[in-house]
């Protein structure tokens, strides 16, 4: 095939995959997360990462130890996996529960008792969506993907035929088990993060990286 004309085929589909919001999901105040109830639009995140939110004043300084419960993978019927596999589920979830103890660690002493001065923190994943094969990471190069991609870059927002993750976070005091904060939120890779582009679940993990870098932010 000539190669133009492969690089307006594939154009095209950048560009309609750009257009129609292609495998792109919105998280929502999912209905059988406890805290569901409790959370509203976040109308101070112009970004569109963490769309509801319920905070208290909290003074996250006086807290110095953490439990961190295993993942859940939320099997409720608005849950947003599409098709994708359990086992691959699995994966996203072991992950997401490295990557937030290992940034945990470094802020707070990670204990299985409840205590004083002790967080609990509960992380449900709720949905993700894989890269498109090899098209994700083509359309970094294609002249119409480049263009959308780096629209998208400046804006901080998701690239073409790229995954990511959903999932929701509560922040509990362990003794008095009040909630303190919860916040449902999608992630996902810089839109010319090429690495992040290439394998199935790499634009979710990388996702989940950047949540727990943010969750980080929000507890310093």
């Not at 916040?183 to 290439?198: C, E, H, L, M, R």
């Amino acid at each position: 095939m000539d190669r133009s004309i492969a690089l307006r085929g594939l154009g095209t589909l950048v560009l309609c995959a750009a257009a129609a919001g292609c495998a792109s999901v919105a998280p929502v105040p999912y209905s059988e997360m406890a805290s569901s109830a409790y959370m509203a639009p976040d109308r101070s995140d112009a970004s569109g990462r963490v769309p509801y939110r319920y905070s208290t004043p909290v003074d996250w300084r006086a807290y110095n130890k953490v439990i961190l419960d295993p993942v859940v993978l939320y099997r409720g019927k608005d849950h947003q996996f599409g098709d994708m596999s359990d086992r691959d589920k699995a994966t996203l979830a072991a992950y997401m529960q490295n990557s937030f103890a290992e940034r945990l660690r470094g802020r707070f002493a990670l204990v299985r008792e409840r205590g004083p001065n002790t967080l609990r923190i509960r992380l449900t994943l709720t949905g993700a969506v894989t890269n498109t094969p090899v098209l994700g990471t083509l359309s970094r190069f294609d002249l119409a993907g480049a263009v959308y991609n780096g629209v998208q870059a400046a804006r901080d927002g998701e690239g073409t035929m790229t995954g990511s993750v959903v999932y929701g976070v509560e922040i509990f005091d362990a003794a008095t088990a009040r909630l303190l904060s919860a916040y449902v939120t999608k992630q996902y890779p810089g839109a010319y993060d090429i690495k992040a582009s290439v394998g199935a679940l790499a634009a979710a993990t990388a996702g989940l990286d950047k949540g727990a870098d943010a969750l980080m932010a929000q507890l310093n």
